[in-house]
């Protein structure tokens, strides 16, 4: 699954959202460090996660 | 007796001197602190060292033998403390800046338990900052140096501590381990680090990282060292609802059962994949030596290895930022540039990618059980590449620093996710003289059979046995 690429201004508009106020060379580092999040995501969702499996709905340690 | 030789003895032997005033609690205490004064300025692995308090522990320790009292199984013996665990009446700074310390009234349980056991409290020992990191660039407290060559990162994030036992600067040091932060700095210094079962040492009275990942254990220099250390700090307690009251075996016995008829299995795809090529030889000359033995090898696959790291990094991330959201929004200035990003971006992250990375977790941890099944352990490299260079460029070092987590937590990280124990032993010395970790993974609350199988390799081997080349400055 290949994930949306996230733009500094899409950075900037949920840091916005999020009350955080950073500066722009503060989003462009964060810029690479978040699509890397997003890109661990879309493989995790990949994975064979059965929703009705029990031990697969939640699990602590 | 020199100092010296004081100073790399076994806990066991001396504890047993003490016991028996064979040599005292303040004779020891004091020549740790001797060789901390000489030493520790050029390696930097403590925040603090308590001299005057340690040597009152130490007399009152001489005191109770005199009196005819047991003076537990770690009588005198000078323990250090990662410095985001609490110690009465000294500031838990967690290497931050000073607007986060905080003076405790108690000792975390663990640490009380060693005081009981007539363990010493010699310090408290840097790490990277909040523990967030690998290579213990600390731009509050300085960076830790690697004592086999004071130009390299000892890893982290527990680096202090690793960099006091391979020095001598301590007799055994208390490390946390959320992504490999004993086990790396125990590869990258040459020390034995063991981060035992989720929940078998309890986390009450410990600044955290991540919740559902942070794990506490000892890093001391012989396998049989971090057994009992192990022994003395394991058990529940009601400040940490995650903490177990699971019966540890035996360890003392076990330890000498050595390895015939132990499985070991080989996860050979990722977890002996992009590996420096000296890591790699000497990791692959480790099971010769478990064969020869008498282990078994067996091939284990792990079918899903390459996407653990996507559900650690996750979980790691949305857990600190959580942790650490009151404080980044009033002060983010407060923390050094790697930990403002590595903090930031866990704002980013969707809740639904939160909980999908703690199913996927459940997921690989039956990949891990299945594995498990038909062998007693996983051996692995612990991380894959020997020590790398301190960034001295304060303009590169977060970049740096954000890559050093990504290399060398590839191998240990995943076994945060389970909550499996795993052991880091040295398994050799690269041609330019760096040290080398092996790791052991165990079942979940079989540390004994972890355990057992690093001593019966360091027992095949002299790699605990070498020093780093050190001397004491002269005046």
């Known amino acids: 699954m290949t994930e949306p690429l996230l733009t500094l201004e899409d950075l900037t508009h949920l840091a916005d959202l999020l009350d955080l106020s950073l500066s722009t060379e503060q989003l462009k580092q964060l810029l690479p460090e978040v699509q890397r999040l997003r890109q661990h995501a879309a493989r995790l969702r990949d994975l064979p996660l059965d929703p009705e499996e029990p031990a697969l709905r939640f699990a602590s340690p | 007796m020199t100092s010296d030789v004081l100073c790399f003895m076994p806990i066991g032997d001396l504890a047993a001197q003490v016991a028996s005033r064979e ?11 001797s060789r901390i004064e000489a030493i520790n300025p050029r390696v930097n692995a403590y925040t603090l060292v308590m001299g005057e308090e340690a040597e009152r522990q130490a007399r009152r320790i001489d005191e109770a033998i005199a009196a005819g009292r047991s003076p537990g199984p770690l009588a005198g ?3 250090a403390i990662k410095d ?3 110690v009465t009446g000294v500031p838990t700074t967690a290497a931050a800046h000073r607007r986060f310390h905080y003076t405790p009234e108690r000792d975390a349980p663990l640490v009380a338990r060693l005081r009981a056991a007539g363990g010493v409290i010699i310090g408290k020992t840097n790490l990277h900052e909040f523990a ?3 290579t213990n660039i600390n731009p509050h407290f300085g960076p830790v140096r690697n004592p086999w060559d004071l130009a390299l990162i000892p890893g982290g994030s527990s680096g202090g501590s690793a960099a006091a036992v391979a020095a001598g600067l301590c007799a055994g040091a208390l490390g946390s381990d959320t992504g490999g932060s004993i086990r790396i700095p ?3 210094c040459g020390t034995v680090g063991l981060k035992p079962t989720y929940g078998r040492i309890p986390r009450t009275g410990v600044v955290a990282l991540a919740w559902t990942l942070d794990h506490l254990g000892p890093i001391t220099r012989t396998v049989r060292d971090a057994a009992l250390l192990l022994r003395v700090m394991a058990g529940a307690d009601p400040g940490d609802p995650a903490s177990v009251e699971d019966a540890l075996p035996p360890l003392d016995q076990q330890l000498d059962d050595g390895l015939r008829g132990i499985r070991i299995g080989v996860p050979r795809r990722f977890f002996w994949e992009q590996t420096d090529p000296q ?13 020869d033995r008498g282990a078994t090898l067996v091939d284990r696959d792990l079918p899903h290895a390459e996407d653990l790291i996507s559900a650690v990094a996750i979980i790691i991330t949305v857990e600190a930022t959580a942790y650490h959201e009151r404080r980044l929004r009033r002060s983010l200035g407060a923390y050094g540039e790697d930990l403002q990003i590595r903090l930031l971006r866990g704002f980013f992250v969707p809740g639904t990618d939160y909980v999908l990375a703690q199913r996927a977790r459940a997921f690989f941890t039956q990949e891990f059980t299945a594995a498990l099944q038909g062998a007693d352990v996983l051996v692995t490299p612990t991380t894959t590449v020997p020590a790398r260079p301190i960034e001295e460029d304060p303009a590169a070092a977060p970049a740096v620093s954000l890559a050093m987590s990504t290399e060398l937590t590839r191998f240990t990280a995943p076994i945060n996710l389970t909550g499996f124990p795993a052991l880091s032993v040295p398994c050799g ?3 330019g003289g760096l040290p080398v970790g092996l790791q052991i993974i165990g079942k ?11 001593h019966a390799y360091e027992q095949a081997t002299e790699w605990h046995t070498r020093r780093p080349p050190l001397q004491p400055l002269t005046r």
């Open chain 2, 186 to 188: 125990s590869s990258l």
């Open chain 2, 23 to 33: 040599r005292s609690a303040l004779e020891v205490t004091r020549a740790f602190l």
């Open chain 2, 279 to 291: 890591v790699q030889g000497l990791a692959e000359s480790a099971l010769r030596v478990l064969v």
């Open chain 2, 429 to 431: 010395f690269t041609r």
């Open chain 2, 444 to 454: 979940p609350f079989d540390e004994g059979t972890v355990l057992r199988a690093g």
């Open chain 2, 77 to 79: 013996v000078p323990i």
């Open chain 2, 132 to 134: 967030y990191g690998v």
């Open chain 2, 84 to 86: 985001l665990i609490d």
